[in-house]
C-alpha cells in the first residue's frame, strides 16, 4: 500500500520569508509519480509538478524549488521570497507509474497563511 | 487551455434525495477520476475510468454509481443523499501514459459543491 504524509498542518510566515513544505512517501513499487497541488482559498486543485521515480533531479521554477531524495522518500517543495497569493493549502501526492487511471493518493496537507 | 468542466458548481439537496454531477474531460484526454473532499481533508479517491471502462475504484459507496460515455464525458450518480455526503466533489483527466512528459498527469476541475440538508 501507498501512504504520503505531510507532518505539518499548518504554517505560518510572513511575507519574503523562505519555507519548506515537508513531505514524506511510502511505496514498495519501484516507479511511480510524485505530485505537488496546490488549492488556494477559492477551492480549485492547481497542479504544480510532477517527478518520476527514476528522475531524482531537483527542479526549480522560478519562486518554486522541490528537492527529492529516494534516499529518505522525500519530496519537499520550497518556496522562496514567498507571496500573501501563495497562501493557500498544498498537497502532496503519489501515484503508481503503468496503472491505467491509477488514483492519486494525497497527504493531509500544509495550510501555508502568508501575512504581509 | 482547456480545461476540465464541471457542472453544476454548486448543488443542495435533501436527504434521500438524487444527484448527478456531470464532467467533462480536457479533449484527448481519454481517463476520468472522480474525487471527494470534506471539510479540512484531502481528496479521497471515488472510481476512475479509461477508455469508457471502470479502471480503479476507492471508498465508493453502494449508492453512488459513475460511468463514462462515448464522448469521453463522465457523470457520478449519488442516490440516497445522506447528511454525511456534503462535500466538495472533484473530477480529474488525464492522457494514458504513452511515454510523452505530460501524461498521467491529472488535472482538476473546478469542483462541484454538494450541501445535503
Known amino acids: 500500500a501507498q501512504k504520503v504524509t505531510q507532518a505539518q498542518t499548518e504554517i505560518s510566515v510572513v511575507e519574503k520569508e523562505d519555507v519548506t513544505l515537508d513531505c514524506v512517501y511510502e511505496?514498495?513499487?519501484?516507479?511511480?509519480?510524485l505530485f505537488w497541488y496546490k488549492q488556494p482559498p477559492s477551492g480549485e486543485l492547481v497542479f504544480l509538478i510532477r517527478?518520476?521515480?527514476?528522475?531524482?533531479q531537483n527542479e526549480i521554477s522560478g519562486r518554486y524549488s522541490w528537492n527529492f531524495q529516494k534516499s529518505t522518500s522525500s519530496f519537499n517543495f520550497t518556496i522562496t521570497a514567498s507571496q500573501v497569493v501563495d497562501s493557500a493549502v498544498y498537497f502532496c501526492?503519489?501515484?503508481?507509474?503503468?496503472?491505467?487511471?491509477?488514483?492519486?493518493?494525497f497527504g493531509q496537507g500544509t495550510e501555508l497563511s502568508v501575512k504581509p | 487551455a482547456a480545461g476540465v468542466i464541471q457542472s453544476p458548481r454548486h448543488l443542495i439537496k435533501e436527504k434521500r434525495e438524487t444527484a448527478t454531477l456531470k464532467c467533462y474531460p480536457i479533449?484527448?484526454?481519454?481517463?476520468v477520476y472522480w474525487y471527494q473532499q470534506g471539510p479540512g481533508q484531502d481528496p479521497q479517491f471515488l472510481i476512475s475510468?479509461?477508455?469508457?471502462?471502470?479502471?480503479d475504484k476507492g471508498s465508493i459507496p453502494d449508492r453512488f454509481s459513475a460511468q463514462q460515455f462515448s464522448d469521453y464525458h463522465s457523470e457520478l450518480n449519488m442516490s440516497s443523499l445522506e447528511l454525511g455526503d456534503s462535500a466538495l466533489y472533484f473530477c480529474?483527466?488525464?492522457?494514458?501514459?504513452?511515454?510523452?512528459?505530460?501524461?498521467?498527469?491529472?488535472?482538476f476541475g473546478p469542483g462541484t459543491r454538494l450541501t445535503v440538508l
Open positions: 501526492a503519489l501515484s503508481l507509474i503503468y496503472n491505467q487511471g491509477g488514483k492519486l493518493i
Open positions: 475510468f479509461y477508455e469508457k471502462m471502470q479502471s
Open positions: 511505496t514498495r513499487d519501484t516507479t511511480y509519480y
Open positions: 480529474a483527466s488525464s492522457l494514458e501514459y504513452r511515454g510523452g512528459r505530460d501524461t498521467d498527469t491529472q488535472y
Open positions: 517527478r518520476n521515480s527514476f528522475d531524482e
Open positions: 479533449p484527448r484526454h481519454d481517463t
